[in-house]
């Protein structure tokens, strides 16, 4: 299997770049995309929300009425969750833990079903190198519509360079992702995909 190969200028090169069919031409398997990419956000999530139960609340217990007689229905104390200012009956506390397991096939498998998937729309493509001389967000915005890309774009690199991150800092559809820490939810979230080769080799490498 072949990835387009684009030039600085955007331009399809004479030939593609062979990829292995064990990464990116698996079929598409939906169900394993949405586990792997609900259990991603839900590791990513923290507890910081803390709610206050009926027995945190600061109110009387003595009972507001009497049982009987008042024609009112019967009451225990206004701590109760169905009243205003009472205490929540399943309160959020710090201590949650949304975590999902996840094992690490799954894992793999679920990333090799985005990126065939990615490769079979033709939403991928490869550069040899994409790097900038000095820091400036300009020269990257410029870079990328040279490329032909308007809309948001993911660029997977090899290494870390800190010039292409400084640059893509306050471009809100430009995300700049080294091969190793390719996430699920950032490669269906871009609709295009920009990776060096070395970056495609570094993914074959790590999924295979």
Do not use: C
């Not at 698996?26 to 169900?31: C, D, K, L, T, Y």
């Not at 956000?41 to 009972?63: D, F, I, S, Y």
């Amino acid at each position: 299997m072949e990835l387009k190969l684009i030039d600085k200028n955007g331009k399809l090169g004479n030939s593609g770049v062979a990829v292995s069919d064990s990464t990116f031409g698996r079929e598409f398997n939906e169900a394993l995309v949405h586990q792997v990419v609900v259990a991603y956000l839900a590791n990513a999530r923290t507890a910081t929300r803390a709610q206050l139960g009926r027995g945190n609340v600061h109110h009387t217990t003595h009972k507001p009425w009497n049982q009987k007689g008042t024609g009112r229905a019967r009451a225990g104390m206004s701590s109760s969750p169905i009243w205003r200012g009472g205490g929540r009956a399943f309160p959020n506390s710090p201590d949650e833990n949304f975590s999902h397991k996840l094992n690490r096939k799954v894992f793999r498998a679920g990333m090799r079903s985005i990126l065939s998937e990615l490769a079979r729309q033709e939403r991928i493509a490869v550069v040899e190198e994409f790097s900038l001389e000095v820091p400036k967000t300009k020269l990257l915005s410029e870079k990328i519509k040279g490329l032909g890309y308007e809309s948001g774009v993911l660029l997977l690199v090899d290494g870390f360079d800190e010039n292409l991150y400084l640059s893509a800092r306050n471009l809100p559809n430009v995300l700049v992702v080294e091969a190793q820490y390719a996430d699920p939810v950032s490669l269906v979230r871009f609709e295009n995909v920009v990776a060096t080769r070395a970056a495609v080799r570094k993914l074959e490498e790590l999924l295979a």
